[in-house]
């Protein structure tokens, strides 16, 4: 008997809310590593960029840096010279690399957070951010029109033989750019007990060089690398930060600082090992700027984020611009508003006096710096800084859970949550009256507020048959009554 095998069918490849992420070896493959990079160089071609070259960086997953030489070949087939770091860098370092030089895009190999059994292409726009739907909308449909053709590529040391690669360490130019918006000196002389926690990333090594030789005294943990990223996702929160939470419980440090998988995203600890949630960081972060540096730029937040800064907003007279979920929206929003800050659910900062992409590590220092602040006013330690925070900014219990549905009624469980939720809105949430309900602009969700100002947000994904449920409450048992609501919807019961 003769088997024939028929040629695979070519990927659908769809950059999401931050590129595209697929699992190693299945979807995520050389072959695929060079269409998006062929995707790249078109959009660069066709806008005559060429000469300006493209930054590629990676992470520290498994062949990350294989991946990116990868990638560097089909762009020097196209003849666009390549900046390619010398090691795995967070992913902020190709958007710093990027503006820097003035180039015509980044790529990152990285799938920060997600599992360690994937990986991911991130594409950075001219100006560092994420890059928007007009420049993807022109990756992706020559990705679509180079499945099953043969990529053509350069091998890389023949191309650095001709001259057209640059290895790049950013460091040296990043602490320097740093050091234009923050005061290091001002970090390293506190007397205070750090634990930095990099979840094995692309993050490692970079806060204790940045504020070494001085007075701080800064702890890292789980700074080797380790593709298995020690059997969690390289997100930092709970559970995933609770070796850290520990540590810090023990005894002997004033706060923790967070970062993920490739550092572009930050967390915090108080003194006592409590998890300081995302949103309590954007209103703490937006606090800051506008307390301690007397800035009153406006502030973007996505949707899914907290209903603090709204409230901040008020006290501060600081406009507040709401988006989508994902960078690729607020970067953008950031630069046509000129916001100071902007901020997303899931960890992501970016600062308009620093970059309009996220940047855990500056995040992190800028929290250092909030606190210090805090203690210097006398609001000390950490957790009697925050207790005051809430004072101000108003309580805020938030938690998100995710919702897996079986892939056969994903389209039917889809239809109930976006079409009939549309048409016959609920009035009450388990009895508790809806002030009003707010259908997402991307189609996928709606929200809805109480009076008091919580809120339950209920948002379907587009490339998995899972559907997120998000609450931030006025109380703990609040938050948790909101959630069971939430999945009482997805699932229809």
């Known amino acids: 008997m003769t088997i024939i095998a028929r040629p695979p069918t070519p990927t659908t490849i769809v950059f999401g809310t931050d590129g595209w992420r697929a699992r190693v070896a299945d979807e995520f493959t050389f072959e695929n590593v060079r269409r998006c990079a062929d995707g790249v160089a078109?959009?660069?071609?066709?806008?005559?960029?060429?000469?300006?070259?493209?930054?590629?960086?990676?992470?520290?997953?498994?062949?990350?840096?294989?991946?990116?030489?990868?990638?560097?070949?089909?762009?020097?087939?196209?003849?666009?010279?390549?900046?390619?770091?010398?090691?795995?860098?967070?992913?902020?370092?190709?958007?710093?690399?990027?503006?820097?030089?003035?180039?015509?895009?980044?790529?990152?190999?990285?799938?920060?957070?997600?599992?360690?059994?994937?990986?991911?292409?991130?594409?950075?726009?001219?100006?560092?951010?994420?890059?928007?739907?007009?420049?993807?909308?022109?990756?992706?449909?020559?990705?679509?029109?180079?499945?099953?053709?043969?990529?053509?590529?350069?091998?890389?040391?023949?191309?650095?033989?001709?001259g057209l690669v640059e290895r790049f360490d950013p460091f040296p130019g990043y602490e320097q750019f740093v050091g234009r918006t923050i005061d290091l000196d001002a970090l390293k002389a506190a007397d205070v007990s750090v634990l930095v926690e990099p979840l094995y990333g692309a993050g490692s090594?970079?806060?204790?060089?940045?504020?070494?030789?001085?007075?701080?005294?800064?702890?890292?943990?789980?700074?080797?690398r380790n593709p298995?990223?020690?059997?969690?996702?390289?997100?930092?929160?709970?559970?995933?930060?609770?070796?850290?939470?520990?540590t810090i419980a023990g005894g002997g440090y004033d706060l923790g600082l967070l970062l993920d998988g490739d550092a572009d995203r930050a967390g915090a600890a108080d003194e006592r090992g409590r998890f300081i949630h995302q949103l309590e960081v954007t209103g703490l972060l937006m606090y800051?700027?506008?307390?301690?540096?007397?800035?009153?730029?406006?502030?973007?937040?996505?949707?899914?984020?907290t209903s603090m800064a709204e409230h901040l907003g008020r006290h501060y007279g600081i406009d507040v611009h709401e988006t989508p979920v994902g960078f690729k929206f607020i970067g953008p929003e950031m630069i046509r508003t000129g916001a100071m800050l902007g901020a997303e659910e899931s960890g992501g900062f970016g600062f308009g006096m620093h970059l309009p992409e996220r940047d855990g590590i500056y995040a992190d220092l800028m929290l250092l710096e909030l606190f210090l602040a805090e203690k210097a006013a006398g609001r000390w330690p950490v957790s009697r800084a925050l207790a005051a925070f809430h004072e101000l900014a108003g309580p805020s219990f938030y938690r998100r859970i995710d919702?897996?549905?079986?892939?056969?009624?994903?389209?039917?469980?889809?239809?109930?949550?976006?079409?009939?939720?549309?048409e016959q809105a609920p009035s009450h949430l388990d009895g508790h009256a809806i002030a009003r309900t707010v259908p997402l602009g991307t189609n996928d969700g709606f929200k809805f507020f109480l009076?008091?100002?919580?809120?339950?947000?209920?948002?379907?994904?587009?490339?998995?048959?899972?559907?997120?449920?998000?609450?931030?409450?006025?109380?703990?048992?609040l938050r948790e009554e909101m959630l069971a609501v939430g999945e009482r919807l997805v699932r229809g019961s």
């Open 451 to 477: 009076d008091d100002g919580t809120w339950l947000l209920i948002r379907t994904s587009g490339t998995e048959p899972l559907v997120r449920v998000y609450t931030e409450a006025t109380t703990a048992d």
């Open 288 to 305: 800051h700027l506008a307390e301690h540096r007397r800035l009153r730029q406006p502030v973007v937040v996505s949707v899914n984020n």
């Open 403 to 422: 919702v897996h549905v079986e892939r056969s009624i994903y389209d039917e469980t889809k239809q109930r949550l976006l079409v009939d939720l549309r």
């Open 205 to 224: 090594t970079w806060l204790p060089r940045l504020l070494g030789g001085g007075r701080i005294r800064v702890t890292e943990i789980h700074n080797e």
């Open 42 to 162: 078109r959009y660069v071609v066709g806008r005559g960029d060429e000469a300006k070259g493209v930054v590629v960086a990676f992470d520290r997953r498994f062949a990350s840096e294989h991946f990116a030489a990868a990638a560097a070949e089909v762009l020097l087939a196209h003849d666009i010279p390549v900046f390619l770091a010398v090691a795995a860098v967070p992913t902020q370092m190709s958007s710093f690399e990027v503006v820097q030089r003035g180039a015509a895009a980044g790529i990152v190999i990285t799938a920060s957070h997600n599992p360690w059994t994937d990986n991911g292409f991130k594409v950075k726009a001219p100006t560092g951010a994420a890059a928007g739907a007009e420049i993807l909308g022109v990756i992706e449909a020559a990705i679509a029109e180079n499945g099953g053709a043969a990529i053509e590529r350069r091998p890389l040391a023949d191309a650095e033989a001709a």
């Open 228 to 246: 298995f990223f020690g059997g969690i996702n390289p997100e930092p929160i709970r559970p995933n930060v609770d070796a850290a939470l520990a």
